[in-house]
Every structure is written in structure tokens, then in C-alpha cells.
């Protein structure tokens, strides 16, 4: 009677915690049964995690565990609105020619597009990652042979393709920026595998909050170009007319 009733405590516990608010520093456990565990803090001791949720503790076993993830990362993020900006920005980035071109194609920021190319190859188009990535946009062989590139390393193929492997991927997920950089990343299968959530890899952590952070910055910085251009009565701005996904409201 008393396993059965410290049984009922932890699952209540660990009920409560799934609906508790959302702390500074929480994280998240996912769980085998794709529950995902809001947490304050986790120990692992042997084969099971002693747990400190927001109106207790607990344990698991440590089995029922697929991974933690940091909570600060995964409310959903949308692009924000295009804006028009100058001219001369075009001239900021390497192959700005061929992004604005494929930016236009797909409907996707071409700033998105210079920030994923910069975290994937740091625009080194013959780049080769150790899991056969290629390219500038680092396409798997797979990847690019389904969306028919016939030189991976040619930058105008490779970045028509991965624009439009990145619009599939935010039309798939809802516009949700963190689950298409996510399966840019990790693929698809491991962000479905995990319940829609950006899956708890240190290498996709970070690569969607490297890539977020580089696309805010150029958002930010389109922004004071553009409002110096219009204060001084600069070349008139260029509208890119990209938008992601095509959604209402966006």
C-alpha cells in the first residue's frame, strides 16, 4: 500500500508540473511517452532522476527519459514582416544576388536565407561538412538529388534548392521558425519523433539559436538603414516582396 501510494504522489506530482508556470530557469524532460516534464531542477542518481518540480519532487527512471531541453528556446517564433529596405544592402553578403533571386522564387526572407548559409558553411560554397553536407546551404546527397541539383557546389543551384527545402519546412511546421530550423538541422523525422519540439541535440540547441540570432540582427540592422535612408533622402528603398510561407498575418 505504501509503493501504490508514493506511486499516485509522484504521478501527481509530475501532473502538476506539466501545467506549472514557467520558471527563469526551468527545462524540460521528454519523456519516452512523449510527455515532455517541466522541471526545476534533475538529478541523476543511478538509474533513476530524482526531480524538483515547482510543487515538489520526484523520480523516474532514468529509461523513461529521452533528453532535457532548455526552455528558453522553444516558444514558437515567427519571421517577422519584411520590410523594404535600400539598395546598397543588397551588397552586404556574398551571392546577395542569387538570395534575393531565390528569396523572390519561394517567398522566404532573404535575410533568413544569409543567416542559414552563414551558420551552415560561413558562405564557402565547396564547403563539406563530416556527415557529407555540401555546399552553401549544406545539402545532404539525398536531399539534393530529391530536389533536383545537379551540382551541389554550384551557388546558384544550391541556394535555390535550400530556399526551397527551408519554405517546405516552414509551410510544414506552421511558419514556426524554431521547428524549420530545427529539421534544417536535425531533419524532419527527428523533430516528429520528438512531438513537434525542437529536439534536445546540444548541435541543434545551438544551431537554432545561433541562426535566430543572426536573423534578428540583420532585421535590426535593415531597419536603422532604412530609417537613415529616409531621413536623408537616400536611393529609394528596394522592396525584396518576400514574405515566408505566405501566411495571413505575418
Do not use: W
Not at 15 to 20: D, P, Q, R, V
Not at 195 to 217: D, K
Amino acid at each position: 500500500m505504501a509503493r501504490q501510494a508514493a506511486v499516485c504522489c509522484a504521478a501527481a506530482l509530475c501532473a502538476a508540473a506539466l501545467i506549472s508556470p514557467s520558471s527563469a530557469r526551468a527545462e524540460f524532460l521528454v519523456l519516452r511517452s512523449g510527455q515532455r516534464l517541466h522541471v526545476t531542477g534533475y538529478q541523476l542518481i543511478g538509474d533513476r532522476y530524482h526531480l524538483q518540480l515547482a510543487g515538489g519532487s520526484a523520480e523516474i527512471a532514468a529509461s523513461e527519459v529521452m533528453g532535457v531541453e532548455p526552455e528558453e528556446i522553444f516558444t514558437a517564433q515567427r519571421p517577422p514582416v519584411v520590410v523594404p529596405r535600400v539598395a546598397a544592402a543588397k551588397a552586404q553578403a556574398p551571392f546577395r544576388a542569387l538570395m534575393e533571386q531565390s528569396a523572390a522564387r519561394y517567398g522566404v526572407d532573404p535575410d533568413l536565407i544569409a543567416s542559414i548559409i552563414a551558420a551552415e558553411s560561413k558562405f564557402n560554397p565547396n564547403a563539406v561538412s563530416r556527415r557529407d553536407a555540401r555546399g552553401l546551404m549544406q545539402l545532404m546527397p539525398a536531399t539534393a538529388a530529391r530536389l533536383g541539383v545537379r551540382n551541389v557546389f554550384d551557388p546558384r543551384e544550391n541556394i535555390d534548392a535550400g530556399t526551397r527545402y527551408l519554405r517546405d519546412l516552414l509551410v510544414r511546421y506552421n511558419n514556426d521558425l524554431s521547428l524549420a530550423l530545427a529539421a534544417y538541422n536535425a531533419g524532419p523525422d527527428k523533430v516528429e519523433q520528438y512531438g513537434r519540439v525542437v529536439p534536445p541535440y546540444r548541435e541543434t540547441i545551438s544551431y537554432v539559436r545561433r541562426v535566430q540570432r543572426s536573423y534578428a540582427r540583420a532585421k535590426a540592422n535593415s531597419r536603422v538603414t532604412l530609417a537613415g535612408a529616409s531621413s536623408s533622402s537616400a536611393a529609394p528603398a528596394a522592396n525584396s516582396g518576400a514574405r515566408i510561407a505566405d501566411t495571413a498575418g505575418l
